[in-house]
């Protein structure tokens, strides 16, 4: 796997947050992007927020439906 570089304004949602930049990364490299040289910061940084949104707001409906009775509950590995 190729490694991308690339930087997160300080402004985006979570932009200090490891474990939210690898998770991008690696979707990132689920599309097959091979560089971000050429994009514009700005897109970057929209792509980055966009993720953030998404996940955080997936991971608020599993728990609702954790809660409502839904979704099962995950079990965490030992």
């Known amino acids: 796997m190729p490694k991308l570089t690339f930087n ?3 402004e985006c949602f979570s932009a200090n947050d490891e474990v939210m930049l690898k998770a ?4 990132l ?3 097959k ?7 514009p910061q700005e897109l970057i940084d929209c792509a980055f927020d966009l993720f953030h949104i998404t996940r955080t707001q997936s991971e608020s409906i599993k728990q609702l439906e954790v809660k409502l009775g839904i979704r ?3 079990r965490k590995p030992a």
């Open 29 to 31: 490299h689920n599309y």
């Open 24 to 27: 991008f990364k690696q979707h």
């Open 8 to 10: 997160v304004s300080p």
């Open 72 to 74: 099962p509950e995950e």
């Open 33 to 39: 992007v091979k560089s971000m040289g050429e994009a």
